[in-house]
Structure formats: structure tokens, C-alpha cells
RNA sequence: GGAGGGAUGGCCGAGAGGACGAAGGCGGUUGUCUUGAAAACAACUGUGGCAGUAAUGUCACCGGGGGUUCGAAUCCCUCUCCCUCCGCCA
């Protein structure tokens, strides 16, 4: 949610800003009159009140002094301004609600640095890293690999679970569980991260903390009967974390990672990536999020894509950064880098990572706050998260681009003591 | 799933239609006393909106939302969360 005390002064930057991430539905001019129709509404209402509070109190002493002609002559003019009062505050309560629900569907202000583009094509590779591998053989893609290989089962998978299920078996079930150990290991150890188990099911208003709610809800799984929803990364739980709250002095910088299940419904993909685990309604994701100080909020964005970035190193697989183009930009983003892993068998990039600075806005809509001195007013916090790493493309990108000629894979070194010597999959 | 009981300021806890933004205590800040500290005593001590350069004024806030009333922390409805007992369960 943006500051409307700022877009209220800033209208050029604010109309430009919409241009430039090519949101035509953005309902900010309604907002900003909704703003003006809410605070003439408040004016007039808090007048009103002034008044009753008065009147009300004369009442009360009117009484005491047993001058009960005199109060219940009052209470009639009370009355009737109660009833204007009433006739405000209804209007008070739709206008409220159409503003909050305006402001709940203004997307975030792009960074200064991001490229300007009205779609994908205008994002820009920033880095890339890594050779890609060859081959005297015809790379496989992974469906083909995880079939033969006996460790994917596309078609029990659909048969159990519909479709884009899958099961990983034996030493693929086995490989997503030793690197998601070892991603969060190395979060932890080097880059200052503490591990958290979040709620993977959470209710409505955590989902519009992250801005998934209200826009995305097409995206999201959720409970027929109650107030549920199903993750689609851990982001939504581990920024609601500290919700409503004011971090003290001295807290900040909070660096947070966490290995969970992410749900999504893909709906505006069907028919999309349909082959593989690429595009999956169920996926194995470690995500790292951040609450830092706002001055530290570009640091902290380098240093997240860094920390995801050196896992993709280690397990030498090709990759680049990507920056993404304002017309690209996620809707709660303020800037963001994506992480593409080279994959050898479908020859393609794929996004592993995404890394994001949301600047306030996030802060804003689940209220998180933090006091920057003892006794100074309560400021919002700035938030980030980066993926490190997304699974089942990790997976994808080991399997295709570590392949041999007989079909086996053998897996890169770093991973020995994690797979206990067992680098060979055949 | 069944039956009850709760939610009040940073914390504990009173308050049961009017003088309540809310007793009392704890904590915190400042002052007096003291070489210093402690103790004692005194004063102050919540958040947000709106208007204003400001001093300030005003409105709102007793878990959330609605209602009754001239007036609600207090009465009614509803939601959320917490606790106790029973049942079920990994």
C-alpha cells in the first residue's frame, strides 16, 4: 500500500509511475477522490460530535440538578444531530471501504534503477555467470531423465493428484531433501539467517499483508469452509511474522529463511509447461525474507541475491540476473532481480530466484513498524525476499546439465558429505 | 465436536449507562533530598486522524465489526483470539 499522504502531493510522479509499470487498472485517481470525499466527510462528522459530546455532558448535570424538562428538551436536538451523525458515518464507512479497497490495488512505485519497458521484453540481463555444458551426446530433458531413471512419476502422480502432480522417488525424493538441508545450512551458517517452520495455511488479511489478496486470490488454493489459504511461497507467512507490530531499537536488521511446500493454481498458465516439473501446483521452495532499516534497503537487496546466488555457484550451474523491466514488476515489487539457471535438456533459462525490495509497501498493508531511536515515533520497516532456492528447477537444471551419456547423473561434489558419498543417480 | 469462562493503557488489575482516556499498583522519565547511589516524597508518563507555521484545538480508540441510547469500557448482536473441563486424535 502506498503512503496517501504522499500521493497526495506528488500526483505527476505518481501518474507517471503507473505509466511506466503499464497498469491501466490501477484505480489511483478514485483513491485520491475518495481521500478528499473522506476527509470532508470526517470534518463534518467530527463537528457534529463536538457538539453531542457537549450536549450530551449538559445532559448528564441537567439530570443531577433534577432540571429534567430542560435535559429532555435537549436530548431532542440530540437526537437529531445523532441522526445526521448517523447518515455521515454510513456514507464515512463506503467511502472507507471503496478507498481501502482502491488502495489495496495500487501496485508499489518502481525503483529509480529499474529498467523502463512496458512488458518482459525490456528486462535486462544483467550478469551471467558460468559456462554452459557440452555435450557429444543429445541432452535429455528431465521428464525424460526422472522416467527412466525411476526418481520422477509423472503418471501416478497425476493419477493420485490430477494434473502437474508429480512423485519424486527414491534418490530424487532424497536429492530435493538434501538440498533443501543444504541451502538452509549454508543460510544459516554464513549468511546470518534464522530458520523458521511458518503456518502454511493462513487467513485472508496475512495474504493481503503480502499483496497476494486482493488481486491474486486466482492464484491461490484455500479452504472451501473456513478462512484458510495455501501459501504460494513462504513469503506470505514469514513477513506476516511480525505483523502489527513495532520493533524495538536495535532489532533490525531480522533475517529470516524457511523450506516449505508452495501451492499455486497456474490458472493463468493451463495449458502452459505442461510437461515436467517446471510449472507444478505443488513445489519445495527455501525463501529467505528480510526486515531491515529503509536506508539499508539496497544493501540488503544485493546482499539476498548474493547469498542465492552463491548456491547456484557452488553447484557450478550456469546462471544469470535479470532485471526486471517496470512493465514486468510484480505488483508489490519496488525492484527486483530474477535468478535463471541454465537447463540443458529443454534449453532454456528457468527462474530459480526472485529477489525483491518492497521498500514500506508491504510494511504498510500488515503493519509492521520499527522505532528507530528509544522514544522516537513509530516508523515502517522495509521488507525483501529472494527465493534460495526454488527446488524443483534446482533439480531440473542438475539433473539436464549433469547428465551422461548412459543416462545416469553424477552430481556435483559440494553435495558428497550431504548425499553420503552417493553422487551417482543411475 | 460438547459445556463453560475470558480479552481494559508498557505490565498487573478495578470499573457494570453520565463528572471515564479510564481508580489503584508495578514499570518508566524528571525533580527534591544525597558526595554518589539506594530509600522516601512529588510531578509527569498511550496511540492515531483532522485543522494549524506553531502553541494548541478537536475527534476516535477499553480484542475486531455492527446495533440500542441524548450519551456505551459498561446493554444487545456478531466475528476473532485465549483459558478450563469432557470427547477425539498424530
Known sequence: ??????????????????????????????????????????????????????????????????KAAEANALKQRMSQIGDEISQIDEELRRVDGALHDAMMRIPNLPDPDVPVAPDEEGNVVLTQWGDMPKFDFTPLPHWDLGTQLDIIDFERGVAAAGSRAYF?????????????????????????????????????????????????????Y???????????????????????????????????????????????????????????????????????????GRDELEKLTRAAEVLLERLDLPYRRVAIATGDLSFVASIKYDLEVWAAGCQEWLEVSSCSLFRDFQARRANIRYRPREGARPEFVYTLNGSGLALPRVIIALMENYQQADGSIKLPEVLDSYLGGELEIR
Open 168 to 220: 519424486l522417488k527414491g534418490a530424487g525424493a532424497r536429492l530435493q531433501r538434501v538440498l533443501s538441508n543444504w541451502f538452509l545450512d549454508i543460510h544459516i551458517n554464513e549468511h546470518g539467517f534464522t530458520e523458521v517452520y511458518p503456518p502454511m495455511m493462513v487467513r485472508g488479511h496475512a495474504m493481503e499483508g503480502t499483496g497476494n489478496l486482493p488481486k491474486f486470490g486466482d492464484n491461490l
Open 1 to 66: 500500500m502506498l503512503d496517501i499522504r504522499w500521493m497526495r502531493e506528488n500526483q505527476p510522479a505518481l501518474a507517471e509511475a503507473m505509466v511506466k509499470l503499464n497498469d491501466v487498472d490501477a484505480p489511483w485517481q478514485l483513491a485520491l477522490q475518495l481521500d478528499g470525499e473522506r476527509r470532508n466527510l470526517l470534518q463534518q462528522g467530527e463537528k457534529l460530535r463536538e457538539e453531542r459530546n457537549a450536549g450530551s455532558k449538559q445532559i448528564g448535570a441537567l439530570f443531577r440538578e433534577k
Open 222 to 296: 484455500r479452504d472451501a469452509e473456513e478462512d484458510y489459504w495455501f501459501i504460494p511461497t513462504a513469503e506470505v507467512s514469514v513477513t506476516n511474522l511480525h505483523r502489527d507490530e513495532i520493533l524495538e531499537p536495535g532489532t533490525l536488521p531480522l533475517n529470516y529463511v524457511a523450506s516449505t511446500p508452495c501451492f499455486r493454481r497456474e490458472k493463468m498458465s493451463a495449458g502452459k509447461d505442461v510437461r515436467g516439473i517446471k510449472r507444478v501446483h505443488q513445489f519445495q521452495k527455501v525463501e529467505m525474507v528480510k526486515f531491515v532499516e529503509p536506508a539499508a
